[in-house]
């Protein structure tokens, strides 16, 4: 019998394009257990969860198990098939991706959050959720349960970019700059900031998803209490790149400098994506960061923390 519209899984039926997979249908995933990742490539706390779900798609694909990552994009750079392409690629994202740029698979799931993981049974039947970071040994107890396996979990190591947040010492909550989302932007220079305020200095347009810088030497402070501090950025149309320099309490970060960052805190945005910036090695938690752009076009978009 063919699966009803009610079905969790009938609208992948009608997705348009597909990465790592033809197309999947909820028909043809009858009889296996389906794990439906709702993620977005930029998004901090989705990049967390992907080592876990990168082991579980291999260690239980011979059990019948099968991961289907549902891209639902956050912003409007990441709608652009080749940047998910791209991305993916880079991530190491070997499982199904289905594009879900109309939303019409996260309303089928009623689904409000990023990342969010929802198993569907053998049945085709929707049999546990979790939003958000965390409960990794606990959503893989539920696929075993499932898929019928009685193991020991997985031992997963998460480093890099999915390293899990330091949540003892995260005071920072992630923080927009877009006009339609963006709160508690200060109006003094970067040494003023309060504690989670941040500031803009050069000549920048803020629309509803970014702050956009028009011409050169333009600058981004965030007083911040964090291991990580991470910003979502784009090079302008003209595909960049743009060079920037970080300092930390009007230092080079040296050892607290992220991934996309040298020791004397220079980098370049050259692709949309998150940049982690700094993470911090130990010493006092609340630190002023400021970027500097070299060039023009940069778009950021959103801090986030860890």
């Keep these: 019998m063919r699966p009803t519209l009610d079905s969790p899984l009938a609208a992948l039926d009608r997705a348009p394009a597909w990465l790592n997979s033809e197309p999947l249908s909820a028909e043809g995933l009858r009889g296996r257990v389906v794990l439906v990742d709702i993620w977005t490539y930029s998004c901090v706390n989705w990049l967390r969860t992907l080592p ?12 019948g198990l099968v991961v289907v990552g549902v891209h639902a994009p956050e912003f409007g750079f990441e709608h652009d ?5 791209h991305a993916a690629a880079e991530l190491g994202v070997g499982y199904p991706v289905v594009i879900d740029n109309d939303f019409a698979i996260w309303r089928s799931l009623e689904n409000h959050y ?3 993981i929802y198993l569907v049974d053998r049945e085709g039947r929707l049999r546990y959720h979790h939003f958000g970071e965390g409960a990794y040994e606990e ?5 075993q349960q499932l898929l019928g396996v009685d193991e020991a979990t997985a031992s997963v190591d998460a480093g890099g970019l999915a390293e899990a947040a330091d949540w003892d ?7 927009y700059l877009g006009a339609a ?7 003094v220079a970067a040494a003023g900031l309060a504690l989670n305020e941040w ?16 011409t050169r030497g333009g600058s981004l402070a965030y007083r911040f209490e964090a291991r990580d501090l ?13 060079r920037f320099t970080v300092t930390v309490d009007g230092q080079p970060p040296g050892d607290d400098r992220g991934l996309d960052v040298d020791a004397a805190g220079e980098g370049a945005v050259d692709e949309p994506r998150m940049y982690q910036l700094i993470r911090r090695r130990g010493g006092d938690a609340r630190r002023t960061f400021e970027i500097t752009f070299l060039d023009p076009g940069v778009r950021a978009y959103v801090f986030t923390f860890g």
Excluded: C, H, M
């Excluded at 098939?81 to 392409?85: A, D, I, K, M, P």
């Excluded at 989302?181 to 109006?187: A, L």
């Design 52 to 63: 876990y779900l990168s082991a579980w798609a291999e260690r239980y694909r011979d059990d």
């Design 81 to 85: 098939l080749g940047n998910v392409r």
């Design 114 to 116: 990023w990342p969010a």
């Design 139 to 143: 959503t893989e107890q539920a696929i």
């Design 169 to 175: 010492g995260l005071r920072s909550p992630e923080t």
């Design 181 to 187: 989302r963006g709160e508690r932007r200060g109006d």
């Design 199 to 214: 500031t803009l200095s050069g000549d920048w347009v803020v629309g509803d998803e970014a702050a956009v810088l028009r």
């Design 230 to 242: 991470n910003l979502v950025l784009t090079p302008p149309d003209s595909g960049g790149p743009v």
